[in-house]
């Protein structure tokens, strides 16, 4: 497993911009972030692989988010654009997956300790 530590989240009002960073100890398959509000469970939002770079998006953000990495610094990063209240979260990024098996959170074995996204109106 690889340690994973995320950094980049705050406060913001509806419609700003945020750029979150994951520093990994390692790479797997795939990368994803993940993100989980009070009272409800771990949502999916984006992931990429690391050899190729192709990605995956969430319904929820296609269109306003951007997953990336930086191969030779091991970093994972979310852009995220036209930010809306229910955004609102913990965001985890996470590591691991395999074919065919990136878009659940029992897919990926580490996980970072999450960062706080918090969305006004």
């Known amino acids: 497993q690889v340690r994973l530590v995320e950094s980049g989240g705050g406060l913001v009002q509806a419609g700003d911009s945020l750029r979150l960073s994951c520093t990994s100890s390692?790479?797997?398959?795939?990368m994803g972030w993940f993100r989980q509000a009070p009272g409800r469970e771990r949502e999916f939002v984006a992931n990429?692989?690391?050899?190729?770079?192709?990605?995956y998006y969430g319904d929820s953000v296609k269109g306003r988010f951007t997953i990336s990495r930086d191969f030779a610094k091991n970093t994972l990063y979310l852009q995220m654009n036209s930010l809306k209240p229910e955004d609102t979260a913990v965001y985890y990024c996470?590591?691991?997956?395999?074919?065919?098996?990136?878009?659940?959170?029992?897919?990926?074995?580490?996980w970072g300790q999450g960062t706080q996204v918090t969305v006004s109106s």
């Open positions: 996470a590591a691991g997956g395999r074919p065919g098996h990136v878009d659940e959170s029992a897919d990926f074995g580490s």
């Open positions: 390692g790479r797997t398959y795939a």
């Open positions: 990429i692989k690391w050899i190729g770079g192709s990605t």
